[in-house]
Every structure is written in C-alpha cells, then in structure tokens.
C-alpha cells in the first residue's frame, strides 16, 4: 500500500497551498476560512425564495382568472387574497410549486454527480469557485433578462433556470461540508460540520427577512435578485484570493491510485464472471458516486457491511416525507390564512434561525454533555480498546451518540410541524415552527454518520453519492406529497403534515439497525503498515 493511504489527512503542505496568495494562511484555522463562504453562499442562494412563492401565487392567480374569468383579473397591480385563496386556484398553485420543486430536485441529482466526480479529481477549491461563478451568471440571467425582447427574454429565463439548477445552495453546502470533512478530526467533525451548517443557516434566516421585505416594500422583483448577485460576486472573490485547498494533490493521487488498482482488478477478473455479474459491474461502473454505496465485506466482524445501504435508506425515506413538507406548510399558510411574501419570509426566517441556533449551539453542547455519559454507562467493544479513535477513525461511543441524535431529531420535526398545522393563531403557528427548527440538527449529523462509514480518501464522494440518494428524494417527494396535497388541501388541508411525520419517524426508526462495529477502521494490512512507519 502506498505511504499517501497512511499519511494523516490533516497534514497539508502548507507552502504548496500559500503559495501565490496574496498574504499567509497558516495562522488561520481551514475550517474558520470555509464560514464566510457558507454564510455567502447560503445567504445569496435564498434572497429571492420567499419574494418567488409569492410570486408564483400571483402568477398562478392571474393565470387561472385570464382562463375562466378575467373580467376579475386587474389591469394594474396584484391579485386580491380573496380571489387567490379559491380552492381551485390553490390547487393551480399548488401544481405549480410541485413542477418548479421537481426542477430543482433533478438539477441537484445531476449536480452532485458531477461536483462530486470533479472534487475528487480536481480538488474541493476549483469545483466552488466554478458552482458560484454559475450561480453568479444565473443572477445576471435573470436581471438582464428584464432588458431583452420577447424571444431573448425567453432564452434568457430558460438559462437561468438551468443555472439555478446546477448551483444551487443544497450543491455549495455539499462541497463546503467535504471541505470540512476533509481538514477535521474525526471525533470533533459532528460539531464542526454542526457549527458550520449553523453559520450557513443564519444566511438563510437573514435571507428570508431580507428578501421578503424588499420585494414587500418595493413591488419589485429585481432589487433582490441584484443583492443576491452582489452577494455572490464578492464570495467568488473571497474563494479565488482566500480559501486554500482542502483536498490536497496528495491526497487526490491515492485516491486516483486505489481507483486504478480496483479497476485493474474487476478488469483481471471479468473472464471469470457469470453474464450477469458482468452486466452487474457495468451497471455500478456507470453510476458515478453512487457505487460507493454498495455493501462491502467487513473482515473485522465476517459478514457484508450494509451500513450505508441503510443510511441511504433512512435519507430516502426521510426525503420523501420531509422534502415537501416546508413548501406544503408555506401553502398551508398562504391559502388558509392570507400570508403575504413577508410573513412568509417570517416563517422561514424563524424556521431557519432555530434551526441556525440548534446546529451553531446546541447540537455542539448536546454532544459535548452526553459523548462522557454515553462512555460511562455504554460498553466498548474489543475492537475498541484495541484502537482508540484516531484523526481518521471515530470511536464507538460517538457513533452511537450520533446515530440517537439523527433518529430524535427527525421525530421533533414531524411532531413540530403537526403542531404548527393544527394551531388557529400566528402565535401558535410560529411556534410550532420554531420547534420544528431544533430538528435541523440531523443534517450535518448524518452526514458525520456518513463520513465514519468510509476511509477518509473516499468520504467527499460517498457524501456526494448520499446527496444524490438525498436528491432523488427530494425528487420523489413532490409526486408522492405533492399529489396528496393537491387532492387533499380543499378537504382535509393538514393530512399531508401526518403523514409526513408518519414516514420520517418510520425512518428514524430504521437508523437504530447501524451497527457502530460496521463504521470505518483499518484493516490488519493498514494497521501493520501504519506501524511500520
């Protein structure tokens, strides 16, 4: 095995990352340095969702008077709430916000193929610098878009929706948590990729305000979409002059060396294969990232390792039930109870700022009190006392802790959202998201579960192979919840808000069949080697 697979991740060269900035980095923790690209990108990325619900409301409002009665529909300025809270215009509205969370979707499952692909080759730095540059021209699409002709204008909104779709904040946050994944410790990644997720949350919650009220007090669409723009020039500055790599050059040759070796052995061992597990090898050869995921066979403990078959079982199910849920609520509050785009900036700004705070400060602080709780009354394995956690391998105890924190938050949040659908004031409503916000902590905790499941050469593309699984949820979700939703919400509007929390506690449940012995240690052949040095 070559010396780079046992080299510690955290040791980089230094004078090959400063080399050409315009001042030195060394005094400075990576991790610290990838925050404000966080903030930035998450910030830029949701300035113009609250004002585009609101948006779309108006457009579907108008779109379905022109058709059937437009001698209501004005010829100067907005849509009365009256006219849009009719029950057929809510379920135009609802379809509407359906195909455009379909759009979305399917843009992040291309995109994280291909991001995670090319941050393994390349490198972490440039594949950020080219996902905002992206979302930097999609901005500009749509602001010049206002100055074109009837056909270009067209052209030009059809370019930006191509963009959005491929840079969008799901993408940037992908590649900020492997940049994190990459220079952290693996007992203290739950919390720095907690903390970090946390910064970018307020970017949200910051975002929502903003936005909402701009386009509220303004009647203008393009006041947001040039902050967002100015947002996003300044963080592709910041990445191009600050921001050193994280996935060194070192680490990129081992990772391409055991790819070369692993496919020079499937290579060697094709004539010997049955037709279908020719076909088989081909399949998972074409897959990208997602092969990653197939189970492999655990010399410690004898058997196969499904561990990440089963994350990516919860996160499917998970996604399906939760990845509609917010825009379902949005919907809910909107038709049932006359919201405008600034109280719905509200609502999210405060689903977001929770969920903020929980990921920044009390998810750090949970782990913290339990992790001794959990090693005082928990037992260690002998695999365990034989190797301790090390800077590439969590231990036990902290895998343990991380999967009961994934599997309680998923429940907060679907008996949260319940809550705020069955509240008849502002005040209840607000709180019931509120508490659905303390569930975002699952996010960067699962993906710390994700990371302890693979050597630390594979992790940026297996939790690129997980937000595909994540996406294609995300996907699914709409014609699932969405079509429920549509049937339901003239009836029994709140019926989407229980079966979502019927399916993400079911899959929290399944969370509690990872083994801690199935999570990521070396083999007899590493841990000799590694001695050796």
């Known amino acids: 095995m070559a010396s780079d697979e046992t080299r510690p991740l955290l040791q980089s060269n230094d004078s090959q990352i400063n080399r050409g900035r315009w001042f030195s980095l060394k005094s400075f923790p990576k991790v610290s340095l990838v925050i404000p690209v966080a903030l930035g990108c998450r910030l830029a990325a949701q300035l113009p969702q609250s ?9 579907a409002c108008r779109q379905y008077y022109l058709n059937n009665d437009p001698s209501k529909v004005p010829r100067e300025g907005r849509m009365s709430d009256e006219l849009c809270s009719a029950p057929d215009v809510r379920e135009l509205y609802t379809f509407v916000l359906t195909c455009t969370t379909l759009l979305a979707a399917f843009g992040s499952l291309a995109g994280f193929h291909v991001i995670g692909v090319l941050s393994a080759r390349y490198g972490r730095w440039p594949v950020m610098l080219g996902t905002v ?97 100015s947002i996003q020039a300044l963080t592709l500055v910041y990445i191009a002059f600050v921001l050193p790599e994280s996935f060194s050059r070192e680490k990129r040759d081992a990772l391409r060396g055991e790819k070369e070796a ?54 499917f199910l998970a996604m399906v039930g939760a990845g509609y849920v917010v825009t379902a609520m949005i919907i809910y509050l909107t038709s049932m109870y006359g919201y405008k785009a600034a109280d719905t900036g509200y609502v999210l700004a405060i689903y977001s700022l929770s969920g903020s705070f929980t990921m920044a400060f009390i998810v ?17 394995s002998e695999s365990e006392r034989d190797e301790p956690a090390t800077e590439d ?13 994934t599997a309680v938050s998923w429940i907060i949040e679907g008996a949260a959202l319940l809550l705020a659908a069955h509240m008849a004031t502002r005040v209840g409503q607000y709180t019931g998201i509120l508490l659905a916000g303390l569930s975002e902590g699952r996010n960067p905790v699962f993906r710390s579960l994700v990371a302890a499941s693979v050597e630390p050469l594979k992790q940026g593309e297996t939790l690129a192979a ?27 509007p709140t019926i989407i808000f229980w079966v979502n929390a019927g399916i993400v506690i079911s899959s929290s449940l399944i969370l509690l069949l990872v083994r801690e012995s199935d999570r990521y240690q070396r083999s007899e052949e590493e841990g000799n080697h590694t001695a050796s040095l």
């Open 262 to 315: 692993e496919a020079a052995r499937i290579a060697a061992s094709r004539s010997h294969m049955s037709v279908h597990r020719r076909i088989l090898h081909s399949f998972l050869s074409s897959l990208g990232p997602l092969k990653n995921l197939k189970p492999t066979y655990n010399e410690r403990t004898g058997r196969r390792n499904w561990r990440l078959i089963i994350l990516t079982i919860h996160i």
């Open 133 to 229: 540059t992206l979302a930097l021209a999609s901005n500009l699409f749509l602001i010049t878009s206002q100055f074109m002709n009837d056909i270009l204008e067209i052209v030009w909104l059809i370019l930006w929706l191509l963009l959005d779709s491929v840079s969008n904040a799901m993408l940037m946050l992908f590649l900020v948590n492997a940049y994190v994944v990459d220079v952290v410790d693996a007992e203290i990644r739950t919390a720095a990729l907690s903390t970090l997720n946390g910064w970018a949350k307020l970017g949200d919650g910051i975002s929502f305000i903003i936005g909402g009220n701009i386009t509220t007090y303004t009647n203008e669409i393009l006041p947001v979409y040039i902050l967002a723009a």
């Open 51 to 59: 004002t585009a619900v609101y948006l779309i409301q108006q457009l």
């Open 364 to 380: 750090p602080a949970v782990i913290k009190f339990l992790r001794p709780r959990y090693k005082r009354n928990g037992s260690q």
């Open 466 to 492: 997980i937000e595909m699984v994540f996406s294609f949820g995300l996907f699914v979700s709409p014609l699932i919840m969405g079509t429920i939703y549509t049937s339901t919400i003239g009836t029994a």
């Open 393 to 405: 391998i969590v231990s036990e105890i902290t895998d343990r802790l991380d999967v009961h924190v």
